[in-house]
């Protein structure tokens, strides 16, 4: 009950202090610059480092940045940082679950956006009319991810057994395709490829959220040794970032173009996605909460050898956030 209680302010919190960052307007560092890289890929999820090197808040706060965001995923970014390739990395939290029950020490710093973007995108001519009709279907998710958990537990909530489904590994880039050639009935999938695939197949789908209402978090990670070298470099790092979170507050116009000019979006696209998306840094007992649930569930369905769930508090990094923006850290110790 008590955790449920905390979950609920905390959000109340991370909203609220989205509005009203410590540090907000730029002050030039007067020390030699950081040379920092960071691993991710290149969406939406990341808009607030792309504003804060727009801007030059990294550099700024004194911080050469290098953004490598060639990644082809979230997960990828963190593999990547483990082996040297970059210093700070973002990734749905579900990378780190991984790495805790790979008992790596990787610390998240922050989460940077909370997002509401998955679809289950379903094939009305194959006779999918509502929820109950998925039973005896082949339906496409990438395995082991973030949207595999999210469609499992989509179906729990709808009362139907993931054992009356037959769950077909469609990685991202093949979702249109496969949907569209009849490989699979229905597919989890995310834009880009929502809208590909209605511009395809028209009123013969239906899209539904499948993520039920649970946001994902988009984490900043960092190994545990980069923190302890890197003492001040984070907390200027995380500076920039709230600036950046404070300037898309002030001018959400400006913000968003500065994604669209970024990333390539067209008007249709950035207009559909931008609703999808709560940028702002924060430090959550919901973050916790999420990683436990994703945890379970590798738990229960054999994606790991560990028979318990990590202690999630082991991998989060409080003392820098606090440092620049402590309304937005609400974590039970």
């Given amino acids: 009950m008590k955790r449920i209680l905390v979950i609920t302010l905390a959000i109340l919190a991370g909203l609220s202090s989205g509005f009203g960052s410590s540090s907000c307007s730029p002050r030039g560092y007067s020390g030699d610059a950081e040379p920092v890289t960071i691993g991710m890929e290149s969406t939406a999820v990341n808009s607030l480092i792309y504003i804060a090197e727009n801007q030059r808040y990294f550099e700024a706060n004194g911080l ?3 953004i490598k965001d060639n990644y082809p995923s979230g997960a990828a970014a963190v593999e990547g940082m483990m082996k040297g390739e970059v210093d700070i990395a973002t990734a749905a939290e579900l990378a780190i679950v991984r790495r805790a029950f790979a008992k790596e020490r990787i610390l998240t710093l922050t989460s940077i956006d909370m997002f509401m973007h998955m679809k289950l995108i379903v094939r009305k001519d194959r006779g999918i009319q509502n929820i109950q009709d998925l039973k005896g279907k082949r339906v496409g998710v990438p395995t082991k991810s973030a949207a595999d958990f999210m469609l499992g537990r989509f179906l729990y909530l709808q009362g139907i057994n993931a054992n009356q489904i037959t769950i077909v590994d469609v990685q991202a880039p093949q979702a249109v395709e496969a949907l569209i050639n009849g490989e699979v009935d229905a597919v989890v999938a995310w834009q880009p490829n929502v809208i590909a695939i ?3 197949l028209g009123d013969k789908v239906s899209v539904w959220d499948v993520q039920s209402g649970q946001p994902i978090y988009c984490a900043v990670v960092t190994a545990d040794d980069w923190v302890k070298n ?3 470099v984070v907390e200027r790092f995380l ?3 709230a600036q950046a979170e404070d300037y898309l507050i002030r001018n959400p116009n ?3 173009a500065i994604i669209q000019k970024r990333l390539g979006y067209d008007d249709r696209y950035i207009e559909t996605i931008w609703p999808a998306h709560q940028f702002s840094l924060r430090l959550n007992e919901s973050l916790i909460a ?3 649930d ?5 738990i229960k369905n054999n994606l790991t050898t560990e028979k318990q769930v990590p202690n999630f ?4 990094h409080e003392d820098g956030l606090k440092a620049i923006k402590p309304g937005a850290v609400n974590i039970i110790r």
Avoid at 313 to 316: E, S
């Fill in 239 to 241: 500076k920039s970032l």
């Fill in 254 to 256: 400006q913000a968003r």
């Fill in 313 to 316: 508090l082991d991998y989060i």
């Fill in 198 to 200: 209605q511009d395809k």
């Fill in 290 to 292: 999420a990683m436990e």
């Fill in 64 to 66: 050469q940045i290098t």
């Fill in 294 to 298: 994703q945890a379970r569930w590798m």
């Fill in 230 to 232: 890197h003492p001040g």
